[in-house]
């Protein structure tokens, strides 16, 4: 089948609150304030350093970086809004109908890099978007364990399961099973990790997939299911605000329970080289696909901010194959595959 068409979200949508722009902004600081809080009292050595930016073109941002902690290596948690008259190319190519508007972009973003190879890598970003009588929301979370633990994976989706059930019970299927597809390194064949959920264009139109999303087919696993759902009538600006709102405050119930049981597990030389070229990944996605990267670099963005979220430290290796038999073969035969986490059986002997 083709790839999806950009005309099925020719029409607009109702018209956001008056007050939108700045209910939104000041959730995504509250929530910077909130995470940053959280993992500052879990890594319990440093403190997250601000940095104020702004933007020549309009708009600016606050970014936080924590260094050489307890817990974190490196870690940072950005919010910024942005306006402006010329519509990122990006964004022209996948709503065409918001061409010839001003826009306004906010969001909230993070990046966290563990020390301990054990605690895995995460990522997180919630936004919002406005051009004239165009606007949705998107955003998502996902996983990038290293020598991960089932329960852990399961403890991670469970949680968000529970924030999609409080608004629809087909968001976390459907934005789990694209969130598999998006953080998918072509180049490798492999996924960058556990995933999570990921969703883009929520508006009011009903559509559930992120319509014209580059590389998407209608034969993929995550359309397929999407279509299957159909469209779902009658959300408001309102309902899917509070979907955001129930997202962005799940992560530090999802995550740091995970800190917490792996923060002192013992490793060595072995483990940090295999961490630090798993870290290659990362930046392989970040670099190749990331849209958010990409939307950045293309409104001139602050390129510190945007490129926060690449590890402190990383190694590639030619031609690496794991050995069988062994941890980190098991993350290349299982947990760089989709799975049904929820259902997941717990295995007796963890990894």
Known sequence: MTAFSTSETAVSSPLPPSDSRQRVSQFLRNLQDQICQGLEESDGGKTFQEDSWVREEGGGGR???????????????NFSEVWGKDLPPSIVMQRPEARGYEFYATGTSMVLHPRNPYIPTVHLNYRYFEAGPVWWFGGGIDLTPYYPFAEDVVHFHQTLKQACDRHHSEYYPTFKAWCDEYFYLKHRQETRGVGGIFFDYQDPQGILYPVAYPGSQGDTTAAQHSQTVGPVKGRTWEDLFSFIQSCGTAFLP????????????EYGERERNFQLYRRGRYVEFNLVYDRGTIFGLQTNGRTESILMSLPPLVRWEYGYTPEPNTPEAALYETFLKPQDWINWPLPSQKV
């Not at 970014?63 to 948690?77: A, D, I, K, P, T």
């Not at 999802?254 to 597990?265: D, M």
């Open 63 to 77: 970014s936080r970086v924590l260094r050489e902690g307890n817990v974190f290596e490196q870690g940072g948690v």
């Open 254 to 265: 999802a995550y740091l329970p995970i800190v917490e049981k792996r923060r002192s597990h």
